[in-house]
């Protein structure tokens, strides 16, 4: 086994001063960065009740569920949280594909000394079990059933993992940690969004210890990322440009909410606009290939109304973008 798993968390963070947040509490930390520690994002904004639900998850060894809509930073809030933390972390995306054997393990063929052998390779979950890890289980919702109850036998805290096929009892790590996103509430595809979600079972989901939504931020806020992820758009124009986005963003979420539109434009989709913009010195040509083309053409009038609304300017139809994009490539 690798040095990591001896690792321990020898400091503290103080929440107040790494989150920005009001709250007297410290969560423990590690001192040494180890390779699976996710990469910081300094321009990440930590939203108060989602961060503290995930602090509690490291600090007293809760099991976390984030749900939200898409592109509203489930996944990331996670990573973002374990990398002040120096806390390893790894991230399973639970679609359809991820098999049981794929989290377990299975026996695989191996060459030793020259000679094939058969060898059980230990599958994700008992790997991490066993190590200091934030393992993130993304798009819970999607999992496959048979890979729902292989997980449910770690979700208890002190649950212990029996690899059945190798007779063996594995004991999770102290600084194990167990975190999910998912897009629903585990009631399945009641929007229509969510096409290929399952229904949760409710033994499964009475086993997360804390559940909290991360919706769409406050326009403000919305923008400062926005801004954060592109400074280049951080002038008195840009940020007019990145204020009339999200506003048109809200708008399409709202023509969702009341059955206009069948597509809303998620955080992500204004963050890829702005930088697509950046890319294409176009703000128009942008928003055709960012977000525009993914609409259904009979809804497209509609969006190119809300685009007029927001920037007192009409959508130019599509054209060949006159930019020196070749130069760049
Ligand atoms: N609070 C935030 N601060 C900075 N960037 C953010 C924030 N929230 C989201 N983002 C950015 O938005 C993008 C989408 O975030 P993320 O992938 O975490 O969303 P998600 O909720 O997991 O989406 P999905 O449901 O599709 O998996 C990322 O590029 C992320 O960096
Ligand atoms: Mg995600």
Redesign the pocket.
Known sequence: MTDLAYLQPTQRVNVREVFGIDADMTVPAFAERDGHVPEL?R?????PQATLAILAGFAHNRRVVLQ??????????IEQVAARLNWPCVRVNLDGHISRLDLVGKDAIVLRDGQQVTEFQEGILPWALQRPMAMVF??YDAGRPDVMFVIQRVLEREGSFTLLDQKRVIQPHPCFRLFA?M?TLGQGNLSGLYHGTQLLNHAQLDRWNLVTS?DY?PPAEEAA?VL??VPALDTEQGRRQVRAMVALASLTRKGFAVGDLSLLM???TV?TWAENTEIFQNLDVAFHLSFLNKCEPAERGIVAEYFQRCFDAELQAWAEPDMALHHAL
């Not at 321009?43 to 939203?47: D, E, G, K, T, V």
């Not at 939200?68 to 809030?77: C, D, P, V």
């Open positions: 994002d321009a990440y904004r930590f939203n939200g809509l898409h592109g509203t930073g489930k996944s990331t809030h993304d798009e996103t897009n991360l931020l990322i954060a992820r998620s955080p992500r963050i």
